[in-house]
């Protein structure tokens, strides 16, 4: 199973919201950190911000913030967000073709596998994943705007 890009860049961005929660970011400098499009981040932002997990401000004073605290975010939450529904095969689609569907037991099995990747994101939170921010500023080219 591989995620998409939107996804990456979301938990990207809420990582780096994340290591700042005293203050907010700017698109500019989420994008400056992990040599992303600041094109591509507005539309992650914007998305984040309407499924409730970044408050977005604009204007001089504006930028970004986490709309809860970051140990209430958890990981799984923002995978169902950002990812397609889950269709690992034409078995999981209402227009399914396949003849041995009602025999099949691999719809069962790839459903199983889907449960355990979620309840393996579910079990950490956004906190749990900047535990080390210190470290992980470091690892930042540009810090000079972002020091903590």
Do not use: W
């Amino acid at each position: 199973m591989r995620m998409s890009r939107f996804t990456d860049y979301s938990l990207r961005t809420l990582l780096y919201v994340a290591m700042f929660p005293d203050r907010r970011v700017t698109i500019n400098q989420v994008a400056e950190a992990f040599g992303i499009s600041a094109n591509h981040l507005t539309k992650v932002v914007h998305h984040l911000g309407k499924v409730g997990l970044l408050t977005n401000t604009r204007g001089r004073k504006g930028g970004l913030a986490l709309a809860r605290p970051a140990g209430n975010i958890r990981v799984g939450e923002l995978v169902r967000h950002t990812e397609q529904p889950d269709v690992m095969a034409e078995c999981f689609e209402s227009g399914n073709t396949c003849p041995i569907t009602p025999a099949c037991q691999m719809h069962h099995v790839l459903r199983q596998a889907v449960e355990a990747f979620y309840s393996a994101l579910d079990r950490y939170s956004l906190d749990d994943l900047v535990q080390n921010k210190r470290v992980l500023m470091q690892l930042i080219p540009d810090r000079k705007s972002t020091r903590l």
